[in-house]
């Protein structure tokens, strides 16, 4: 950085404690990280210290490889080099669990007159300007379907109902093997049993 070449560094998938031994060698301009209303491990430890120095957070699988937008089946349904088709979340009692809290975004989105991936999309904008949410997509239409949520404001209560719905504890299946969480710098979380996958695309 020093000679001009870099402007900018950043970091993917790290723990607290590897960002904080990077930005004392170089600043870090921002990590890229699973964050969602599916998936909020980060909320606890990670989110307030990178904030603290002003580190951006860029949102990967905003809308949980699409559990969050209402049209997720079980595991067995995918194809086989669909990361989903291995994912704890999508299999057994672990998919009627998340199902369960999937469905009450569906009925906040119901009453906002919006779609539930602009719902959880809009949930994590409001979480803060530092955020920037990344859902993938290969078609037109989801794209503008995505950007929609950027005009949608969630009231009070809208807040309250998916905060309560969908707290750090409540989905179910682990996100990686153990092994790929202590080589991210983290811990797997104890609520969530750590499962073996296996690695194929990933969603939205």
């Known amino acids: 950085m020093s000679a001009g070449k870099v ?11 590897t960002v904080r031994r990077a930005h004392e060698v170089c600043p870090v301009s921002v990590l890229q990280t699973e964050y969602s209303l599916w998936e909020r491990h980060l909320e606890q430890e990670i989110l307030p210290f ?28 995918y194809p086989e080099n669909d990361y989903r088709r291995h994912d704890p979340h999508f299999q057994g009692d672990d998919f009627r669990i998340n199902s369960a809290a999937a469905d009450v975004v569906r009925d906040v989105a119901r009453g906002c007159g919006a779609t539930p991936a602009q719902v959880s999309l809009a949930w994590l904008l409001h979480r803060g300007d530092d955020i920037v949410p990344i859902p993938g997509t290969k078609r037109r239409p989801t794209l ?7 005009e949608l404001t969630l009231g009070p209560d809208g807040l309250r109902r998916l905060d309560a719905a969908l707290p750090p504890s409540v989905v179910a299946g682990s996100r990686y093997p153990e092994s790929v969480m202590h080589m991210n710098g983290r811990q797997t979380p104890l609520h969530r049993p750590a499962r073996r996958t296996r690695y194929g695309r990933m969603g939205r």
Not at 9 to 16: D, I, K, N, T, V
Not at 60 to 65: H, I, Y
Not at 144 to 150: D, G, M, P
């Open 144 to 150: 503008e379907e995505n950007l929609a949520a950027t």
């Open 50 to 77: 990178v904030r603290d120095p002003g580190i951006g957070l860029v949102t990967c699988s905003p809308l949980g490889r699409g559990f969050l937008t209402g049209t997720a089946v079980r595991a067995e349904e």
């Open 7 to 17: 402007l900018h560094f950043g970091l993917s998938e790290a723990g607290a404690d």
